[in-house]
């Protein structure tokens, strides 16, 4: 196996991902972030609002429209309901991700191997992973603008001028702005493009920065185009969405400068590597390339400074960090592959063995938590295939174990990845399985069947409503502020939401109407953490004579 990943680095990587994330893609739930871009992406569909862009109604203009587009897409060819299909192209960039850091590594001068860890690190790193049942469209921004600074490195490292990777470099920086504004220009590109010209600055050229210049420009001009265009077809709208979201930055989820220091931790099971890898006094006489090694630092630094200055600030903000931060991690990799048997001193092999070893014996424990399940928790189905891949799991841990025991890193990444297939294909089923035992009839389909309405009974929401609802309702609800709002039909079903201050009892006008108590709805799954803003009450009024 270890040969065909050296001969198949991109298809491995591919497939890596393919048999990570697909098979169970559909059977997390539908977060508040998902549940906006989806509502999104189905406007578009159903009133084709592809440019001026809706939820539930309402402008929208927060995010530009580009990863809607590609979900719109999807949702065309695998249905507007399926959860899969709408996270499908966010998976598609997870493989441009770990394809375009092995790209990049080799034009960075590093060989095969080296550049599938940095690659392998990038796609397997725990925040990228759990990004796709988030949704937010940093995913977008930041692959594409991998692939713009692909296109500036090939175009510094070429004698001649070719426009292809000129085009490509526009390209990735126009989309990347398409997909969240001047996020990633900011936190991906601009230490980019600091690191690059400090460290490779005598290979730096007139000639080349000028052509820079002319990327930057055209390839933001293309990006902005959309925010231009709805600032001239909607500018009210525009002018207020705005407002709030440039306040945001100053006073929204404000957290202390040192928020991020602990920005390592998100590339999950790489945390120990990736922070050895950032102590540049005990790196810089070990790795295979030293100035590459001091760019890819020097980049993963300036990021977390530059991030680390505006005030708002959150987990998933930290996304671009793990591109030059996986690369950063892979020198570390990479010396150990290529000296760890020879490696005597205890202050180099403990941390090995403890980054590794808890890798073993987690996948030894996860298959332990199958076994209690079916001998202890008797109350929770475990599907078969779960035990069938817990024995596997447990096989693995061991092995794994066992070559870290013989100083052979290269068979523990190997059995690392498939250790993660096997985690993936043995909880996946379990989680489907409870999924199913677990949510009753409190969601929209069983509550219509419950009341025996039709669905085409008008809805309404009471002051508010949340994007979940609106998600899993399957069309707009449009949301009134007083009941003397509702002006045709006799009978109406209105959700108040759980733990609104002003309760729907309280309106002067419910006494026009006859109520019944009202039927409470819950779209909150068991076992998981209870959201008021996913229940609510549902009151049927229907006007008096």
């Known amino acids: 196996m270890i040969t065909l990943v050296k001969k198949r680095p991109i298809l491995t ?24 871009n989806f509502i999104t992406a189905r406007e578009m569909l159903t009133d084709g609002n592809w440019i001026l862009t809706t939820m539930n109604g309402e ?60 690659g ?39 004698a001649e001028t070719d426009w292809k990777y000129i085009l490509l470099a526009v390209l990735g920086i126009s989309c990347s702005v398409l997909s969240k504004g001047p996020v990633s220009v900011y936190a991906l590109l601009l230490p980019f ?12 050229t007139t000639k080349k920065w000028i052509q ?44 202390p400068i040192y928020y991020y220091w602990s920005f390592f931790t998100q590339s999950g099971l790489w945390t120990i590597p990736a922070f050895i890898g950032l102590l540049y006094p005990y790196l810089k006489t070990r790795v295979s390339n030293l100035k590459v090694y001091q760019f890819t630092l020097l980049w993963t630094l300036l990021v977390v400074v530059l991030l680390s200055v505006i005030p708002e600030k959150k987990s998933r ?90 100083k052979s890193i290269e068979g523990v990444i190997v059995l690392l990845m498939v250790g993660l297939v096997a985690l993936v294909f043995g909880l996946g089923p379990l989680h489907i399985k409870n999924k199913e035992v677990s949510k009753d009839h409190f969601g929209f389909d069983g509550f219509f069947k419950e009341v025996g309405i039709d669905k085409t009974t008008p809805i309404y929401a009471y002051k508010n409503t949340s994007p979940e ?19 045709e039909g006799d009978i109406f079903y209105i959700i108040d939401c759980q733990e609104c201050e002003e309760s729907i009892e309280n309106d002067e006008q419910m006494s026009k109407f006859k109520y019944n108590e009202p039927y409470f709805i819950n779209l909150n799954y068991e076992g998981l953490e209870y959201k008021d803003r996913k229940a609510g009450y549902v009151y049927k009024l229907t006007k008096r004579e």
């Open 13 to 36: 990587i591919i497939l890596l991902v393919v048999v990570l994330l697909l098979p169970f893609l559909g059977v997390m739930e539908v977060t508040i972030m998902e549940a906006r």
């Open 59 to 118: 402008a929208r203009y927060q995010k530009p429209p580009l990863p809607t587009w590609l979900t719109a897409l999807s949702a065309m060819v695998f249905g507007i309901k399926s959860v899969w299909g709408l996270r499908f192209p966010a998976v598609l960039m997870i493989m441009l991700l770990g394809s375009m850091l092995y790209t990049l590594s080799r034009k960075l001068t590093l060989d095969k191997s080296h550049s599938f860890y940095n």
């Open 120 to 158: 392998l690190i990038g796609i397997t790193s725990l925040y990228v992973i759990l990004i796709i049942f988030e949704a937010p469209w940093d995913m977008y921004a930041h692959t594409f603008m991998l692939v713009g600074i692909y296109g500036i490195v090939q175009v510094f490292r070429t």
């Open 193 to 204: 493009l600091i690191s690059y010209g400090i460290i490779f600055r005598k290979s730096n």
């Open 212 to 255: 820079l210049s002319g990327i930057l420009v055209l390839g933001l001009v293309l990006g902005f185009s959309w925010y231009l265009y709805v600032r001239y077809a909607d500018p009210e709208a525009f002018a207020t969405i705005t407002s709030k979201e440039t306040g945001n930055w100053t006073s929204y989820n404000v957290r």
């Open 317 to 406: 903000y930290l996304m671009p960090v793990l591109i030059p931060l996986a690369m950063n991690t892979g020198f570390y990799i990479e010396y150990l592959v290529r000296r760890f048997k020879e490696l005597k001193d205890k202050r180099e092999t403990i941390p090995v063995y403890i980054a590794f070893g808890v890798i073993g014996l987690a996948f030894i424990g996860a298959a332990a938590s199958a076994i209690y399940l079916l001998v202890i928790e008797t109350s929770i189905e475990v599907p078969m295939v779960s035990y069938v891949f817990a024995g596997l799991l447990t096989v693995i841990g061991i092995l794994l174990l066992k070559k870290l025991y013989q």
């Open 469 to 487: 609802m609106v998600w899993a309702r399957g069309e707009k609800i449009l949301v009134i502020e007083d009941l003397s709002d509702l002006k």
